[in-house]
């Protein structure tokens, strides 16, 4: 029996990682449990940092392909797949290199195996035992699969696969027309494929804001981007060298069959809680295998939860912060989380970002507010990038001015909702970010002139 943790965290992605990092700087003994052999969890190692680096490098790829000649730059431009998977592999090696040095900086433990929880104070991994005095359940989520479409990561992918394929498909259809669809999609398109995003509901992207939504369907069309939206898949049929999908309407009848050569299952995330020895504590579940907490803490004492594993928005950010959260409430400060003011970004291109409510979720609660909004085709420094795609728009009440939400679509508006967050984290008003001096020329200032615009006086269009 190995000597006894102050805390043990099964999981070693974002929110396990973060938090044992914050616990090691509070001066508490940690140990981090991790399946893979590198931490960062499905973020670092197949998810965010991989996609994210393909999603550079076709951006990359495509602007020189397309738009150098326009700027007076001669060029010739062509692929090298393997080498851009390389460079990807890369990044996400110095990355979780990173963690592995800030682990051994900060004293922590990094314990590799499948972590099972025996009791409230003891934690298996692969059948040697360690005592700890509080245990911490970070293990993320999972690909969600359809009924009767069976992954192989070779004509049928996840996102796992998509990042992996060897060669760029002729034909790609991607089942769900959410972020990780559209990013994946988008990437494969840049480099040739023809994509094709077939949804279940009459939008994409659900949840975000009806105006941003509308914009980005229409910028993605125009990209050569088709979509088949009010549509379920009802088979998948797999040939010695494509795949023939079913369709027909979400609402029933008009069957349409698409042929492809890949097919991306992004229908979602399931949360991962199976054979985590939840049953042998008593730790409870919804019926679709969230665990329930209250302020990150279990029915159970001295068990915490956070991440995809529990309720709210499956976000690498917010896993972060509650990973901080609850470190420092074991270790007696008060950790705590703003969930009304948790950013999300779509990595397209253009971009797309929000943070706090949307017009829709503000009718729908009956609050009143007013809005501002600016195009960048009316900002200086989007035309002189030739990026004049999208708008940004702030949601202010509409009695004390106070910022309730902001959606964005353009290029680097990933970079620029972070402005509007930090406001509202201390409730701002939007003539607080009017009467900020912004720098010109850049596109930050379309944040500014749309908070100007919040009050009608919006002095660029």
């Keep these: 029996m190995s000597e006894t943790y102050d805390l043990m965290i099964i999981g070693g992605g974002p929110g396990g990682y973060n938090c044992a990092i914050r616990a090691g700087q509070l001066g508490l003994k940690v140990a981090c449990v991790e399946t893979r052999k590198t931490l960062g969890g499905t973020c670092l190692n197949v998810g965010c940092i991989p996609s994210k680096a393909l999603l550079h490098a076709t951006e990359m790829y495509e602007t020189a392909e397309k738009d150098f000649a326009g700027m007076g730059i001669k060029t010739s431009v062509s692929l090298d797949l393997p080498t ?20 051994k900086k900060n004293k922590v433990d990094h314990i590799e195996g499948f972590g099972k929880i025996v009791d409230a104070e003891t934690v298996d991994v692969d059948g040697k035992s360690y005592k700890a005095k509080n245990i911490v359940i970070a293990t993320g989520s999972e690909v969600s699969t359809l009924p009767g479409v069976d992954i192989d990561e070779k004509q049928i992918v996840s996102s796992t696969g998509a990042l992996e394929l060897p060669k760029v498909p002729k034909r790609m259809l991607v089942i769900g027309a959410g972020v990780i669809g559209l990013e994946l999609g988008s990437v494969w398109r840049r480099l040739g494929s023809e994509v094709t995003v077939v949804e279940y509901l009459d939008h994409i992207m659900p949840g975000m804001d009806g105006e941003v939504q509308k914009n980005a369907l229409r910028i993605f069309k125009k990209q050569k981007m088709k979509f088949e939206l009010g549509r379920k898949v009802t088979g998948v049929k797999k ?8 369709t027909e309407a979400s609402a029933g009848g008009s069957a349409k069959e698409i042929e492809a050569d890949v097919v991306l ?15 042998s504590v008593g730790i409870k579940t919804d019926k679709r295998g969230f665990i329930e907490t209250d302020h990150f803490k279990t029915n159970v004492k001295n068990i915490y939860a956070l991440g995809d594993c529990t309720h709210g928005p499956m976000l690498a950010h917010k896993a972060e912060d509650e990973g901080t959260a609850v470190a420092e409430i074991i ?29 829709e979720e503000l009718k729908e609660a009956g609050i009143p507010y007013k809005k501002g909004k600016f195009p960048f085709t009316a900002n200086s420094r989007a035309r002189a990038n030739h990026a004049t795609d999208g708008f940004v728009k702030i949601l202010a009440h509409a009695e004390t001015d106070e910022i309730l939400g902001a959606h964005m679509i353009g290029a680097h508006v990933g970079d620029l909702i972070s402005e509007v967050a930090l406001a509202m984290e201390f409730k701002a008003a939007s003539e607080d970010i009017a009467r900020t ?22 002095m660029q269009m």
């Design 239 to 246: 040939l010695k060298s494509s795949v023939k999908v079913q």
């Design 265 to 279: 299952v992004c229908i979602g995330r399931r949360p991962f809680t199976n054979n985590l020895g939840l049953d």
């Design 331 to 359: 270790a007696g400060k008060a950790g705590h989380v703003n969930y009304d003011v948790i950013p999300g970004v779509v990595y397209t291109s253009p971009e797309i970002a929000s943070v706090g409510k949307t017009e």
């Design 84 to 103: 851009m998977m390389s460079a990807k592999d890369k990044t996400v090696s110095g990355l979780t290199d990173g963690i592995k040095y800030l682990f």
């Design 437 to 458: 001096c912004h720098p010109h020329p850049t596109i930050s200032e379309a944040v500014r002139q749309a908070a100007m615009d919040v009050e009608d006086w919006a």
